[in-house]
């Protein structure tokens, strides 16, 4: 009889991951792998294109990004699995070797970013105690990748209050801004650019593609539908409100940004959000550099986590090997898949000029939404049954999924 955990051949013996996860937990794992360090640096790369229509990009993004939410909502129910968006494919097009990248491509953008965003978090670190960067680095991945594997339950509540850090520091910032600018709601029109002014059109299509990187992470929830309570009712509904409340957060806090600093301001530094929090609120930017450093651990955590269950999956699936999805029997976490993604994400952060992947992560993102919609599309024109109960898109939902991050993709070359 194998030991517990070392083989995932015997569903008899082997460890299983647990079902602990509830619908606000999913929310809020959704919210932060979503909000975090991408907007507490993109508002000034934002803006510096867009101007004051910033805001109008990042609702167009979220545009593009909802016909996409649509798509996972009914495919985590028709598949409910880890590895959400190999599995997706696999199920649309049937074909090992397209499965296999694109769980390949999840799982380099996962390490990529968390690597970018250990780098970005030890900068923070760096800035408040004299450290040595590389020193910081490690300790950084080490105690995030020993969170990810202490449990999920612990892992996900641990990353859902760095997340309420997250979102506090940013309603702080609203609240300030209204309640300094009462003029701010009566100004809100300002923000969306005339539709016969093509050049404002232009700069905010441009711009979106930054913003849209804000947004990726919502579909990274998919990869707990093994360890959620009720995935069948909760999963769509932490997909959807996901995705609307970092819409309303990133609109609130970009549209406060633009009517009340001047624009130079915000594109003249690397921390736009702390010149925006202290300008606003009058305090020492020391606290949001906090709250940057919270959003920071946070995100390397999540992403750890991410990408070790998408290795877990498609280890499960026999589509890599099966050592991946050995689960352990104290941890009820896919201990082997957590160590690696760990390693690498350590080996990015200290050796590689990383920047050239981060900045292609949004463009690897949009090539598997792409497969992701089109593989929807495949399944409902093949007339696949679903199971009963699941949430159900329509068919323009996924058609137009597909066209939009395409456009997106394609956008820049044709401007």
Not at 14 to 21: G, N, Q
Not at 131 to 153: D, E, F, K, N, Q
Not at 255 to 266: G, Q
Request: hydrophobic letters at 55%.
């Amino acid at each position: 009889m194998s030991e517990p955990g070392a083989s995932p051949a015997n569903d008899d013996v082997r460890p299983e991951l647990i079902r602990a996860i509830s619908l606000p937990l999913l929310v809020l794992y959704g919210l932060g792998v979503t909000i975090g360090a991408g907007i507490y640096v993109l508002i000034g790369a934002a803006v510096d294109q867009a101007g004051s229509y910033a805001p109008s990009s990042f609702l167009l993004a979220a545009v593009v990004m909802a016909f996409t939410a649509g798509s996972f909502a009914e495919l985590t129910g028709r598949f409910p699995k880890s590895a959400g968006e190999a599995i997706y494919v696999e199920g649309g097009f049937g074909w090992p070797w397209l499965t296999r990248a694109t769980g390949g491509f999840i799982v380099l953008s996962a390490i990529v970013a968390a690597a970018a965003i250990t780098l970005g978090g030890a900068g923070y670190v760096v800035s408040i105690i004299d450290l040595p960067r590389s020193s910081v680095v490690v300790g950084i991945v080490v105690i995030m990748g020993a969170v990810a594997t202490w449990g999920v339950l612990e892992s996900v509540t641990f990353a859902a209050i760095f997340t309420v850090l997250e979102i506090i520091g940013l309603m702080i910032i609203v609240v300030a801004g209204f309640w300094t600018n009462p003029g701010i709601i009566s100004r809100l029109p300002e923000v969306f650019p005339p539709l016969t002014d093509t050049v404002a059109l232009s700069a905010v299509f441009t711009t979106s593609l930054i913003a849209f990187f804000a947004f990726i992470g919502f579909d990274d929830v998919v990869n707990l539908v093994e360890e959620t309570k009720t995935p069948q009712r909760d999963m769509p509904r932490a997909i959807i409100w996901t995705l609307l409340a970092a819409t309303l957060i990133y609109f609130l806090v970009v549209s406060v940004a633009v009517l009340t600093i001047p624009h130079a301001d915000l594109t003249g530094t690397g921390a736009p959000i702390s010149v925006l929090f202290e300008r606003l609120t009058g305090l020492s930017p020391l606290a949001i550099s906090l709250i940057a450093i919270a959003a920071t651990l946070n995100g390397i955590v999540i992403q750890i986590i991410m990408a070790s269950r998408v290795l877990y999956g498609l280890g499960n699936a026999g589509r890599i090997p099966t050592v991946f999805a050995c689960v352990n029997s104290v941890t009820h976490t896919p201990l082997i898949s957590t160590l690696l993604v760990s390693v690498l994400v350590l080996l990015l952060a200290l050796f590689l000029p990383i920047d050239r992947l981060a900045e292609m992560t949004t463009q690897i993102i949009l090539i598997v939404f792409v497969l992701v919609n089109l593989s929807l599309a495949r399944i409902k024109l093949r007339r696949d049954p679903a199971p009963e109960g699941i949430f159900i898109a329509p068919i323009w939902v996924p058609v137009l999924g597909s066209l939009t991050c395409l456009g997106l993709l394609a956008g820049p070359l044709l401007i």
